[in-house]
């Protein structure tokens, strides 16, 4: 999107504004800050288009709406129209939202400080939304349509050749079916609610203060983002979809580290949460996560560069220390 294209979009709002700050880009929205003639900074959205994309933001707004209102930081929608914008031969899906101050953090930059807030945060929301009762997709159907792409992916011949002489592994299906069946388990366990699916560093915006009602000596989440995965199904798969991020994404720590920090220190003390679960259940679930990611490393790079990327690396890493690929040598 161009400057020209947000002042036309934020003209069919009917916002009059001062200044148009300078877009943050994401993976799937691009974001513009506008200074409004009032003085408030609100946020305009071009959501990347999918299918059902309108749908998906409807979900995720009602959702985060809802959250707001329970006193949680989470955006809110000013207008309740979604614009069709088309755009150099795309279409792209605008929506108008509050602006949440704060930052997200680099992730070399995770302190025990910022695990512990973090999972105290999802303690909290998961409390919280408990209480929301609009229907929503449920997580089972994802996991089963999730399995049959990773399986057809890697049970082709040129892919598994590839994988054995460009980095000498190789992924047996069975255990992705095994991983897939100990979620699908999951459906009959209590506990069963609104997930976000997406709680990870680029959704969490960090503040050094007390502002928020997140707060831990000195530091609050600011705000929680992007509820477009929002689903419905056994809480601890949305604590094991986090898990797997952070496995990868704290650099200078350790699974077990990020562990008790989050999960016991932040989730269970902090957030005084109730939720039971059973380790192996929760380890089974995280590497389901850390084998889906394996997956999307391999089905959207170039092999021969993957060794270069650092969370790659540590994905693999520990899918290989808990056997789920394994180090297979070139035959010749």
């Known amino acids: 999107m161009n400057e020209k294209t947000v002042k036309s979009v934020l003209n069919k709002y009917n916002i009059k504004y001062i200044k148009i700050l300078k877009s943050q880009s994401g993976y799937r929205n691009e974001i513009w800050p506008v200074i409004t003639r009032s003085n408030q900074i609100i946020n305009l959205t071009f959501f990347k288009q999918e299918p059902k994309v309108e749908d998906r933001i409807k979900r995720a707004s009602s959702v985060s709406d809802w959250l707001a209102k329970q006193g949680l930081p989470t955006r809110v929608q000013i207008d309740p129209r979604l614009l069709a914008i088309q ?3 795309y279409k792209r899906v605008a929506g108008l939202y509050n602006y949440l101050p704060g930052n997200t953090i680099a992730w070399e930059s995770y302190t025990k400080k910022h695990l512990k807030l973090l999972g105290y945060s999802m303690a909290v929301m998961h409390g919280k939304l ?46 992705i079916k095994t991983l897939c069946s100990a979620i ?6 209590p506990n069963q609610q609104v997930l976000h699916m997406d709680f990870v560093r680029g959704n969490i915006l960090y503040n050094k203060d007390n502002m928020s009602t997140l707060s831990i000596d000195g530091l609050s989440v600011s705000g929680i983002l992007d509820f477009e995965k929002t689903t419905y199904g056994y809480v601890g798969i949305d604590i094991g979809r986090t898990l797997a991020f952070l496995y990868v994404d704290c650099k200078y720590k350790n699974p077990s580290q990020v562990y008790k920090s989050f ?26 996560f850390l084998l889906y990611d394996f997956y999307k490393f391999l089905a959207h790079n170039p092999y021969e560069s993957l060794h270069k990327n650092q ?3 540590r994905t693999r890493n520990i899918l290989q220390q808990f056997g789920i690929i394994k180090h297979e040598q070139v035959k010749g």
């Open 130 to 175: 408990v209480n929301y009762n609009q229907p929503l997709p449920n997580i089972y159907d994802d996991i089963i349509s999730l399995t049959n792409i990773m399986c057809k992916y890697f049970i082709n011949i040129q892919v598994l050749d590839a994988i054995q002489n460009k980095l000498l592994l190789k992924v047996d299906v069975k255990q």
């Open 263 to 288: 999960l016991t220190s932040g989730y269970y003390k902090k957030g005084l949460s109730k939720v039971k679960l059973n380790n192996n259940l929760l380890t089974n679930i995280i590497l389901y």
């Open 184 to 189: 699908l388990s999951c459906k009959n366990l």
């Open 311 to 313: 969370h790659y690396v």
């Open 87 to 89: 755009s150099k031969g």
